[in-house]
């Protein structure tokens, strides 16, 4: 008698009768936000937003019972590694956690592909941190279940940026028509890389404010300007800031300067104070994807527009959403 078992080579988990194996994301990686669409966006939103609705019903509910996640970080973390071992745990499932490789065999020399391949063989999906560029994509080759970047160096963070674009659409109802204007290091941060390219699906203008120094890379903004997206480059947040109806913030890398002189000069024109709030539409947010050092004074919090700890908080949602999508739930 054949038995409907999956071949050991396929990407796709055992799943029991009447799951959600015809889900877009059923059995795959999350490795970059050029697997999206607006279709997906859409989806992916929907279910978020029912996470969401059944957290705050419930707390947690049993929708990935038996499940296992094994988060893998090779690279700090607060919010990505935390909340999706909360996400995981509010679906019912339970989570290996390696949250400091150096506690692992990975000091003794271990791969990456080697590190995946034993891991899948206790968990049904691997979240991954890593410091290198391409380094989930890599890891995605060897693994036969799902693997989840959670940044992949200076490459991508698409469960960042998917959370960003869902803070967007819950806080402002909406994404076409908005200006973003994304401010700070624009050069090394992977959140903005992952966002504005998610941005090119809606009809958005997107402004650039950064020093010379860290601007957006040149390549990224041809592969946008082919979309047909509005963008602009400016060195001070003035000139865009009374149009801005998203102001995306984020931390200059005061590691990034060889002349600390520099970053001393530069410092000042990117801090996000109460007084730049007074120069600001009444409905804007800002956000940011934490952690925050000085680039956003904390008076600042208090102002009902600065979103970034709800942005935090609506990762979680996201984050629950990925898990039941790649899994077969949702
Ligand atoms: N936004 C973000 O990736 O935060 P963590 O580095 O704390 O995960």
Do not use: C
Not at 108 to 136: C, F, M, N, Q
Not at 233 to 256: C, G, I, N, W
Not at 263 to 268: F, I, R
Request: charged share 20%; hydrophobic share 40%; aromatic share 8%.
């Amino acid at each position: 008698m054949t038995k409907n078992i999956p071949p050991i080579n396929s990407k796709i988990p055992h799943l029991p009768f009447g799951d959600h194996q015809d889900s877009p994301f059923y059995g795959r990686d999350i490795i970059s936000v050029k697997q999206f669409n607006r279709e997906h966006l859409d989806y992916i939103f929907d279910v978020a937003h029912e996470m969401y609705e059944m957290v705050a019903r419930v707390g947690s509910f049993d929708l990935l019972k038996g499940k296992i996640l094994a988060s893998l970080f090779y690279e700090p973390s607060t919010r990505t590694s935390s909340s999706f071992t909360s996400a995981m745990e509010r679906l019912g499932g339970s989570v290996i956690p390696i949250n400091n490789v150096s506690y692992s065999s990975v000091t003794k020399g271990e791969s990456l592909p080697d590190t995946v391949r034993t891991l899948e063989a206790y968990a049904d999906v691997i979240v991954l941190r890593h410091p290198e560029v391409g380094s989930s994509a890599l890891a995605a080759k060897y693994a036969r279940k799902p693997i989840i970047n959670a940044g992949d160096g200076i490459g991508e963070h698409p469960t960042q940026a998917l959370l960003d674009l869902f803070t967007i659409h819950e806080e402002l109802g909406q994404v076409d028509g908005l200006t973003v204007t994304l401010m700070g290091d624009l050069k090394y941060g992977r959140t903005v890389h992952s966002l504005a390219r998610l941005l090119t699906l809606y009809d958005v203008k997107l402004n650039y404010v950064s020093p010379d120094l860290l601007s957006f890379p040149s390549e990224l903004f041809d592969e946008i300007a082919a979309t047909g997206i509005s963008q602009a480059s400016y060195q001070s947040l003035s000139p865009v800031l009374a149009d801005t109806d998203v102001l995306y913030v984020t931390r200059v890398q005061k590691e990034r300067f060889e002349d600390p002189v520099n970053h001393e000069a530069l410092k000042g024109a990117y801090v996000v104070t109460t007084d730049t709030m007074t120069d600001a539409k009444e409905k804007m947010i800002v956000m940011h994807p934490l952690p925050r050092v000085w680039e956003i004074d904390m008076a600042v919090d208090e102002d009902p527009r600065a979103a970034y700890f709800r942005q935090m908080a609506y990762g979680q949602y996201i984050r629950m959403a990925l898990l039941a999508m790649v899994l077969g739930k949702a």
